[in-house]
């Protein structure tokens, strides 16, 4: 079992920049920030592999947005040139099983309470 806790999200107008943060109970594989918008279904954001530091982005959010991870079981996504269409609940997931398709929001076991990013 682990334990996701996202932070970092607020109100922004539309050209700003918000950094959120995922932090795990433990150690995982790999972890995914996916988002939802009202009346809209979840959607896959971006993807990172702790060991091999492979990343997937979204092409909706490709060369504005950035995820990272430390040293200490924390994965960041920087958002740039935030858009309104960005508006959303961000959510974090870890517990995908190997080869899965990353931007399934149904292949991940664990999810954070989410954080909010509003731009206007």
């Known amino acids: 079992h682990v334990q996701l806790v996202e932070s970092g999200g607020g109100s922004v107008q539309a050209g700003g920049s918000l950094r959120l943060s995922c932090s795990a109970s433990?150690?995982?594989?790999?972890r995914a920030w996916f988002r939802q918008a009202p009346g809209k279904e979840r959607e896959g954001v971006a993807r990172?592999?702790?060991?091999?530091?492979?990343i997937d982005y979204a092409a909706s959010v490709l060369g504005r947005f950035t995820i990272s991870q430390d040293a200490e079981n924390m994965v960041f996504l920087q958002m740039n040139s935030l858009e309104p269409e960005d508006s959303a609940m961000y959510y974090c997931?870890?517990?995908?099983?190997?080869?899965?398709?990353?931007?399934?929001?149904?292949?991940?076991?664990?999810w954070g309470q989410g954080t909010q990013v509003t731009v206007s």
């Open positions: 990172i592999y702790r060991a091999s530091g492979r």
């Open positions: 433990r150690y995982t594989a790999s």
């Open positions: 997931a870890a517990g995908a099983p190997d080869g899965a398709t990353w931007y399934d929001r149904n292949e991940w076991k664990y």
